[in-house]
C-alpha cells in the first residue's frame, strides 16, 4: 500500500529566504506527483504537477523535482515570503490512474 | 468560472439523521472523489469515479455512499451518521484518473460536525 510522508512537518523561515519541502513514496510506480498549497480553513490549490515520465516543474518562484526511482520529491521556494505561510500537501497518483494518496502536510511559517 | 462547489459549506447535524454532500463541476471532468481531512491523518480518499454510473471505494469507504448518475455531479451520502464522521470533506475533479495531465481541482470544502 501506498505511503507518503513529508518532512519536515513544520517550519519557520525568516522572509527571503530559500527553502526545500521534502516528499517521500513507498511505491514508486505512479502516474504523477502533485503539489498543493492549503490556507486554514479553505480548499487545496494546485501549485505543481509532474508526470512520472518528467523529472521537475517550474512555476514562478517554485519548483518541484521527482525522483521515481528513489520516490523523492522536492518543492523549492525561492526568496520566501509572508503570503507564502500555508501547508504544503503532496500527493501521488498511482499506477492504475485511479488512486490518490495525500502526504501529512509540512505547515511553512514566513516570518516579515 | 472553472470551479468545483460543495454545498452546504459548514453542517452540524445528529447521530443517525441521513445527509447529502453535494459535488459540482463545470469543467465536464470524467474523474471525481471525495476526501475528508482529519488532524493528524491528513486527507484520505473515501470514494471516487471514473465516470458517470463507475464508482470505487477508496482507503475509507466505510459509512459512505456515492452516486454518479451524471457527469458534472457526485454526491455523497451519509446514510446514518456518526460522531466519528465529524470531519472536513473536499471534493474533487480531474480530466481523467488514467491520464498523466491528471491535475486535481479542489472544492471548497464541508465542515462537518456530527452530535
Known amino acids: 500500500k501506498q505511503e507518503v510522508t513529508q518532512i519536515p512537518a513544520a517550519l519557520s523561515v525568516p522572509e527571503g529566504e530559500n527553502l526545500v519541502l521534502n516528499c517521500s513514496f513507498t511505491?514508486?510506480?505512479?502516474?504523477?506527483l502533485q503539489w498543493f498549497r492549503q490556507d486554514p480553513g479553505k480548499g487545496l490549490t494546485s501549485l505543481l504537477l509532474?508526470?512520472?515520465?518528467?523529472r521537475e516543474q517550474t512555476s514562478g518562484r517554485l519548483n518541484a523535482s521527482l525522483d521515481k526511482s528513489s520516490g523523492r520529491s522536492t518543492l523549492y521556494i525561492a526568496a520566501s515570503q509572508p503570503g507564502d505561510s500555508a501547508t504544503y500537501l503532496c500527493a501521488v497518483e498511482d499506477n492504475y490512474g485511479q488512486n490518490f494518496v495525500f502526504g501529512p502536510g509540512t505547515r511553512l511559517s514566513v516570518l516579515p | 468560472e472553472a470551479q468545483v462547489t460543495q454545498n452546504p459549506r459548514y453542517l452540524i447535524t445528529v447521530t443517525g439523521k441521513k445527509l447529502t454532500v453535494t459535488c459540482s463541476q463545470n469543467m465536464n471532468h470524467e474523474y471525481m472523489s471525495w476526501y475528508r481531512q482529519d488532524p493528524g491523518l491528513g486527507l484520505r480518499q473515501i470514494y471516487y469515479s471514473m465516470n458517470v454510473e463507475v464508482t470505487d471505494k477508496g482507503d475509507v469507504p466505510e459509512g459512505y455512499k456515492v452516486s454518479r448518475k451524471e457527469k458534472r455531479n457526485f454526491p455523497l451520502i451519509l446514510e446514518s451518521p456518526s460522531p466519528n464522521q465529524t470531519s472536513l470533506y473536499f471534493c474533487a475533479s480531474s480530466l481523467s484518473g488514467a491520464d498523466s495531465y491528471n491535475e486535481q481541482f479542489f472544492g471548497p470544502g464541508t465542515r462537518l460536525t456530527v452530535l
Open positions: 511505491d514508486s510506480a505512479i502516474y504523477n
Open positions: 509532474i508526470q512520472s515520465s518528467q
